[in-house]
């Protein structure tokens, strides 16, 4: 038996081989130690043995609630992602794995790995609307990589989607993949007529550093990107100033930045109704983009997430409420789960990236039916 991570978003801590029936197991905290739930590694045994690997750190996790009816994820062509047996008992996660090759990549989600990110910009740019842009790099010297999407016209709304800020929200970048692929189809009217009305600025990876290292929330240092938009700095997130510093030069008429909620087992949005100046005119925009939502997708619902903050208490240091704030737009946080949909439960896949992509392409729809209330 063998087991290893050391390979791109790798994470895990062999603690003792010896008995297949209690491998023992440890996640690596992120850099700073604050943060950690993320795991990613390969199982190498015998074809038709039986293997319980204990994750015995796993009572003193990030969010000890995502365990809860939580089941990890495997692969063994690194294309199709499955979910194994998974309980969650006296602190310690029991993955149950019956090999029927010789290898097994077990995961918290299904990673999307720098190369993979590197394929996608590699694959939109070849597109006539589409330009890259250099923003700068991280603290491990990773490009940080703004893709444009549009002609650029001054009267058009500009539209920004960010996704992982947090790098083990895997689920964000698979689904910034299906929506640009969606907005670059040709033969798609919702894209179509979006790329009449506006311009897109899609940062498809905030954290390409805390991605490749194995973290789950933070970047290179141990910086929490998410706390970091009212002030950030180059000495420990120069990720979220580029993005910033670009932002005051487009302006921004709606953001979408995309994440994923370790104990809700729910598609749902977190809007900015407590930003100071929040208006009628706002929230009656916020509705109609989750109405349209709602139609677009079935995986989405607005029943559950998280309680909306009163007027005037949000936290300005998160990037949708800054970025509402700063530029008095619509602008949401898509959460969506690393366990199953409990409104849509599929017992094989659960949470997928399939259903990341398809979410995608409903939110371009959703985009669609508020672009002209945008400007």
Known sequence: MRITAN???????VINLDNKDDVQLAIRPDEGGEFFQWFNFKLEGVVGNQYTLNIVN???ASYTKGWEDYQAVATYDRQNWFRLPTEYV?????IQVELDCDAIQIAYFAPYSYERHQDLLAAVQVH???SLEHLGLTLDGRDMTLVKIGDGDEDKANIWITARQHPGETMAEWLVEGLMNNLLDSDCPTAKALLDKANFYIVPNMNPDGSARGHLRTNAVGTNLNR??????LEKSPEVLYVVNKMKETGVDLFYDVHGDEGLPYVFLAGCEGVPAFTKEDAARQQAFVDALLMASPDFQDKFGYDKDEPD???LTVASNWVAHTFGCLSNTLEMPFKDNANMPDLMAGW???????????SLIAMNAVVDKLK
């Open 228 to 233: 970091e938009w009212k002030t950030p700095s």
């Open 58 to 60: 796993a009572d003193k």
């Open 352 to 362: 997928s990236p399939e259903r990341c992509i398809y979410l995608g392409e409903a």
């Open 7 to 13: 390979f791109d978003s790798g994470n895990i801590e």
């Open 313 to 315: 208490q949000a936290n």
């Open 128 to 130: 006539p609307q589409v």
């Open 90 to 94: 006296d602190g310690k996660l029991s």
